[in-house]
């Protein structure tokens, strides 16, 4: 092999390497619980708009830390009543949005750790729970829409 071929062959090792750290992962996003909240979640968890449980309310908190943190961050992301869906941005990584949950917890009564990938997975399954049971009950009311327009003709 001449000296030309093999000089570019060792970058070969150290390109794979940026290629799998290229790749997307759970824990991917490098903003902190911090900075998300006080980006995002702070306008409305801030001032409680809409019964918006306010940080640093212990007993709003409770019964949600009492859920437990996979779940409650899994029905939050997917969004719950007047709570949007991703805290209204779609700027942020599911693990971002974690770790402002647990930084929420944290100035709350909780002591909730940033999540690594085992529980962003727990996080996943249990948004993707709540998202079957939405789809489902769309479907239903698509279903009852449609007979409803059958009985026109
Ligand atoms: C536009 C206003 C708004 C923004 C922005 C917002 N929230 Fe909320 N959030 C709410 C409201 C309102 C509720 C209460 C929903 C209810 O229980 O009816 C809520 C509830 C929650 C809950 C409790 C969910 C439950 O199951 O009861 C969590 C956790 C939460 N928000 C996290 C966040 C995080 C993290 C962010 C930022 C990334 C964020 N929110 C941004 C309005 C907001």
Not at 12 to 36: D, H, I, M, R, T
Not at 115 to 144: C, F, G, H, T
Request: hydrophobic share 40%; charged share 20%.
């Amino acid at each position: 092999m001449s000296y030309r071929v093999r000089l570019p062959l060792l970058w070969l090792p150290f390109l794979l390497c940026q290629a799998a750290y290229a790749q997307p992962s759970l824990l991917q996003g490098n903003k902190s619980g911090e900075q998300v909240y006080k980006t995002v979640c702070h306008a409305c968890h801030e001032t409680g708009v809409a019964h918006a449980p306010k940080v640093g309310d212990r007993a709003a908190w409770a019964p949600l830390i009492e859920e437990g943190q996979h779940v409650l961050t899994g029905h939050a992301w997917v969004g719950v009543r007047a709570m949007p869906a991703r805290g209204g941005t779609t700027e942020i990584t599911l693990a971002e949005f974690a770790r402002a949950v647990a930084y929420m917890a944290r100035g709350s009564g909780g002591n909730w750790k940033d999540p690594d990938s085992k529980l962003l997975l727990q996080i996943v399954n249990e948004a993707d729970k709540r998202l079957v049971k939405a789809i489902k009950e769309q479907q239903a009311m698509q279903r009852e829409l449609h007979n409803l327009a059958k009985t026109a003709r």
